[in-house]
């Protein structure tokens, strides 16, 4: 009975012992199982953290990218609205000019006289001598032997010109060609109407060549200017049409040039130097005054600059064209710059 008893009661333990055993196995294994699948949802989550951040970071790039599209068309729109206000102004600025030229034409208005004048910059040479103040202060005895300057101006046109030539040994500072005799006029020289030229220094013309640099907006001068004046009378060229011509894209009102006579090419090489470099140092702009045969004497004025000179086999050429729209007045504030007892002048 007693034996009987002990194994039972040894049989009860150990069911109990296993039952134990297989329930805490089963625990951990719910336990394992439960934080894997804890493992799993934070995985989940961090992956589902990182979407979202990619989907933010997508949606600010587009944000940008369409802000980046709406700042170029803007910048677009912006380019088309300064086109077509350069556009309006260059057609305005041409209508205006058309109008002008109707106007005339339609009058019948000519020229009577134009007036040209080149006021020198700082850095050009302070004399009253034609040769002295158009070429290089610097210049060589063999230069001023072998080099003459000729101003070229306009007349009734493009394809009309005036030749005044200067030599070194020239040492007026002015001329009447009307009532000069040919043995007078430099060679070069060639007038079709009635013409004076003339050095404007010291202070007898201070405030007239001060007048003329602050008109044509030049910013520098060493108070002298050179002036050429042509007389047509009251049977001058068709105002329109001269102007039309200077204004034109061959349009050369002045036009400065140095003439090479003949000698050695060392010498020609360094006098045409000296040349380059004075005429881009001592000129800038230009002032073109029309005056009109109506009755009152109508004036219009022109800026004029400077554009790239040319050099034909050592000659170098500045030309001058017109720099703006004109200006149109009834009071001739340079009137009094050339004195000129025209003998033709009513």
């Given amino acids: 009975m007693l034996a009987v008893s002990l194994g039972v009661t040894?049989?009860?333990?150990?069911?109990?012992?296993?039952?134990?055993?297989?329930s805490n196995s089963e625990k951990e294994q719910a336990a394992a199982n439960a934080r894997a699948r804890e493992s799993e949802l934070q995985m989940k989550l961090a992956n589902a953290g990182v979407e979202n951040?990619?989907?933010?970071?997508?949606?600010?790039?587009?944000?940008?990218?369409?802000?980046?599209?709406?700042?170029?068309?803007?910048?677009?729109?912006l380019n088309e609205v300064r086109n077509n206000?350069?556009?309006?102004?260059?057609?305005?600025?041409q209508e205006n000019n058309l109008g002008l030229l109707s106007v005339l034409a339609t009058a019948k208005l000519g020229v009577s006289d134009i007036t040209f004048v080149i006021p020198f910059t700082s850095r050009g040479n302070s004399t009253q001598t034609f040769f002295n103040a158009l070429m290089p202060g610097n210049f060589p005895d063999v230069c001023q032997e072998q080099t003459e300057v000729i101003v070229i101006l306009s007349t009734t046109g493009s394809d009309n010109?005036?030749?005044?030539?200067?030599?070194?040994?020239?040492?007026?500072?002015?001329h009447d060609y009307t009532f000069l005799g040919p043995s007078e006029i430099s060679k070069g020289t060639e007038v079709n109407e009635p013409t004076a030229d003339a050095m404007l220094v010291g202070e007898d013309y201070k405030d007239q060549v001060k007048y003329v640099v602050r008109a044509i907006g030049q910013t520098s001068s060493n108070s002298v200017a050179f002036v050429a004046d042509i007389y047509f009378g009251i049977d001058g060229p068709s105002a329109s049409g001269l102007i039309k011509a200077l204004q034109g894209q061959d349009g050369r009102p002045i036009t400065i040039v140095s003439k090479n006579r003949k000698g050695d090419?060392?010498?020609?090489?360094?006098?045409?130097?000296l040349v380059n470099k004075y005429f881009a140092a001592a000129f800038d702009k230009a002032y073109m005054r029309i005056t009109l045969?109506?009755?009152e004497h109508l004036t219009m004025f022109y800026s004029l600059k400077a554009l790239p000179q040319f050099n034909d086999h050592g000659n170098w050429g500045l030309p001058f064209a017109i720099d703006s729209k004109p200006a149109v007045s009834a009071n001739d504030e340079l009137g009094e710059v050339l004195?000129?007892?025209w003998s033709q002048n009513p």
């Avoid at 010109?161 to 002015?174: N, R, T, V």
């Fill in 339 to 341: 004195r000129v007892d």
């Fill in 53 to 77: 951040l990619k989907l933010s970071a997508k949606g600010a790039q587009d944000k940008l990218e369409l802000t980046e599209s709406k700042l170029e068309a803007t910048q677009e729109t």
């Fill in 85 to 93: 206000l350069t556009s309006t102004r260059d057609d305005l600025q």
């Fill in 265 to 273: 090419d060392a010498s020609n090489k360094r006098c045409s130097q």
């Fill in 293 to 295: 045969n109506n009755a």
């Fill in 10 to 22: 040894k049989e009860i333990r150990s069911q109990i012992a296993d039952t134990l055993a297989k």
């Fill in 161 to 174: 010109f005036e030749y005044l030539q200067y030599a070194p040994d020239d040492i007026e500072s002015q």
